[in-house]
């Protein structure tokens, strides 16, 4: 049997995953009978289950029990709350938050083949004469591509064939005339003059990309029935805000003191330009998002915690080796909000659209007290967000702090739940060209949609009866956290392929000598194995599978 560990994902492909998905109830697009509409996907039974055990379990070990018990820099417990914070909040919220003014990507326009790039993800890769050495080339033209790699794969095919036409009245019929990929400029670093010589990565003539244009990403909408301009409210891009204007609530509420953490699960609404790659560029996804409050001189530490915790979880929960990886920004990637000499980095896996490169599972950013700060300052919101630190400050007479206040740090872990979903599928997604089902897929039994499968071997002679029993005793135990199936129909060989694409980790057959010595057949989905265990061991052998023992 094929072993996960020697499948790259970049050996799988992600038309195969994609046709899983829709063929087993994962994940469909969205309004599909009316030809689907860009950017919005739904869920099948299986796709929702995956979700809201990837949900539950970010829950579970944020929320209740906060790093599974890990203790934070100083060896303190981990403080931490949930909100639920509404997805349309006052516009004030947006413009304080430098959304509404800044949300904005650059975009450019190929008037050829009307497609859309973002301006700072558009590489532009000079072409040189072949006669001319690179050092002292001055370009012809650019060829741009949304990676060296994307360009360097095409290599051969279709794209020299394309740029040697494109270019063939400065390069003439030199059959060796080459481009170079030293030093590629952005397309929003180029001069007018050099973008007019910019051959587009899906355009056949240089010069039909247009100049780069701001793009609001945030969805609009209108409270009320008049729709003027005074009622315009914004769907939330980030569900990261709605915990910052409720800082005070919560602090005033609760017993929470800084350090302390506030975790929201939701909706987050963008209106991406390009929206693509499946579920990784939507225009309405779920983000899971951490903001940890803390004392700035305490901020570096915690973002170390933080990023490797998180990290650290990625793996647990099944997408540990090499397709993982943590990525500390450069300097100049830092985001506005980023304290200096503070640290921002993003846990990335490879995609099999990304492969050989990364795309973004999770940021974990040091924002200062930016936001904070940022509500406290403008000018309708009237609200001091300080915090009174009581642990901290000159010692009074009576020997007590008398008490330091502060706008705290925030250290912000926010990951996205439609992308790890699509993460875990692509690193559980295991070709097996021996099984019937030619796939199986190797869900981390905490995050597998369904959590066991009951078959009677065949649909007669007190088997039915049986397996009835044992799927009871598994619902009442184990259904809280995913399915437990069962099937009396077809061979069971067709009953475990089922089984095999759905990423069961554990099938349980009840045959004939079930009913005379005690026993049933486990199958295992990883090895194919089967082997006998007591009927009245079953329950415990699956809490141990998944981890509950
Ligand atoms: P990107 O650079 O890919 O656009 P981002 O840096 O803008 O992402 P953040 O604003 O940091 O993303 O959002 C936090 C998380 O939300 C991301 O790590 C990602 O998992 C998720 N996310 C952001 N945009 C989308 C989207 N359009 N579709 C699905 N998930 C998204």
Redesign the pocket.
């Known amino acids: 049997m094929a072993d996960a560990t020697d499948q790259q994902p970049q050996t799988k492909s992600m038309d195969d995953i994609m046709s899983l998905c829709k063929r087993r109830g994962f994940i469909y697009q969205a309004s599909e009978i009316y030809g689907g509409v860009n950017g919005f996907w739904d869920y099948g039974p299986l796709g929702a289950q995956l979700k809201k055990n990837l949900r539950d379990v970010w829950w579970q070990d944020i929320v209740m029990n906060p790093c599974q018990g890990k203790p934070g820099p100083k060896g303190e417990p981990i403080s931490m709350v949930p909100v639920d914070t509404c997805i349309i909040q006052n516009p004030k919220v947006w413009e304080a938050s430098g959304h509404v003014g800044g949300f904005n990507d650059p975009m450019v326009d190929c008037t050829e083949s009307k497609k859309r790039y973002r301006a700072d993800h558009l590489l532009c890769f000079p072409v040189i004469r072949d006669d001319e050495t690179y050092d002292n080339a001055t370009p012809i033209g650019y060829v741009a591509s949304l990676s060296r790699e994307q360009l360097l794969e095409q290599e051969n095919k279709k794209v020299w064939k394309r740029i040697r036409k494109a270019f063939a009245d400065s390069i003439g019929s030199n059959e060796h005339a080459g481009y170079s990929y030293g030093d590629e400029r952005l397309y929003s670093e180029l001069q007018p003059e050099e973008r007019a010589a910019v051959l587009g990565p899906d355009a056949s003539e240089r010069g039909t990309l247009t100049e780069p244009r701001q793009f609001n990403l945030m969805f609009k909408t209108y409270l009320g029935a008049t729709a003027t301009e005074d009622d315009i409210a914004y769907l939330r891009p ?1 569900t990261a805000q709605g915990i910052f204007i409720n800082f005070k609530n919560v602090v005033d509420t609760t017993r929470v003191s800084v350090p302390f953490g506030i975790a929201q699960t939701g909706k ?1 609404f ?1 209106n ?1 330009v390009t ?1 693509r790659n499946f ?5 309405e ?1 779920e ?1 899971m998002e951490i903001e940890f409050f803390c004392h700035p001189e305490e901020a570096n530490d915690w973002y170390v915690f933080w990023r490797d915790w998180r990290m650290q979880w990625w793996q647990e929960i099944g997408l540990a080796g090499e397709n993982l990886i943590l990525r500390e920004h450069d300097k100049d990637e830092l985001a506005h909000y980023a304290k200096e000499g503070a640290g921002t980095s993003d846990i990335e896996y490879r995609f099999p659209f990304t492969a050989p490169g990364f ?5 974990i950013a040091h924002r200062s007290n930016y936001d904070l700060s940022a509500h406290q300052n403008h000018p309708e919101s009237n609200t001091k967000l300080e915090y009174l630190d009581t642990t901290r400050g000159e010692l009074a007479k009576n020997g007590q702090p008398k008490g330091e206040r502060y706008l705290p740090d925030v250290i912000e872990p ?3 739940l ?2 790890g979903v699509l993460a875990i599928l692509c690193e559980a997604y295991t070709p097996d060209p021996e099984r019937p089902s030619k796939v199986f897929m190797r869900f981390h039994p905490r995050v597998a949609p369904i959590k066991a499968a009951v078959f009677p071997l065949v649909n007669k002679d007190g088997m039915p009866e049986k397996a009835a029993e044992l799927h009871q005793m598994l619902v009442k135990r184990f259904g809280h956290l995913g399915k437990i199936e069962t099937d009396p129909k077809q061979s069971i060989g067709k009953r475990y392929a089922r089984m095999d694409e759905a990423g069961c980790p554990f099938c349980f057959t009840i045959d004939g000598d079930t009913l005379t010595d005690g026993t049933v057949t486990v199958r295992d989905r990883d090895t194919a194995e089967q082997k006998r265990i007591p009927f009245d061991d079953v329950v415990e052998f699956v809490a141990t599978g998944l981890g509950l023992g």
């Open positions: 980030e987050a963008r991406e929206p579920t990784f560029r939507s225009r996804f983000q795309g973004e599972l999770e940021g926010s990951a996205g439609d992308r």
